[in-house]
């Protein structure tokens, strides 16, 4: 059956960074865009970076733009989010999670639309 599995959370100081990683199993991530998201208390989840199937299309929220980066390694089945220069604003549950194979960055991050979705990894901003 489908998995994601994300790790790489944790308590950060403002300013620090930390890679988050997403090991799918299942199915083969070639085929499939992929994205991360995040969800702090009492709002709604949101698209912070997703990427298409081949690598070559990625979306960025305007908050993360020049800080996060995406990868995705295949031959892995996995996907990455570096984090850097992180503020407190930044706490949340991050998510990673697999589109369908018609999936579009922008339908996925903008749209929040994705076919399956890991348990999630707590990010811990402290001032």
């Known amino acids: 059956q489908v998995q994601l599995v994300e790790s790489g959370g944790g308590l950060v100081h403002s300013g620090g960074s930390l890679r988050l990683s997403c090991a799918a199993s299942g199915f083969t991530l070639d085929y499939y865009a992929v994205g991360w998201f995040r969800q702090a208390p009492g709002k709604e989840r949101e698209g912070v970076s997703c990427i298409s199937s081949s690598g070559g299309m990625i979306y960025y929220a305007d908050s993360v733009k020049g800080r996060f980066t995406i990868s995705r390694d295949n031959a892995k089945n996995t996907v990455y989010l570096q984090m850097n220069s992180l503020k407190p604003e930044n706490t949340a549950v991050y998510y990673c999670?697999?589109?369908?194979?018609?999936?579009?960055?922008?339908?996925?991050?903008?749209?929040?639309?994705?076919?399956?979705w890991g348990q999630g990894t707590q990010v811990t901003v402290s001032s």
């Open positions: 999670a697999r589109g369908w194979r018609i999936s579009t960055v922008q339908s996925m991050c903008a749209d929040r639309l994705a076919e399956y």
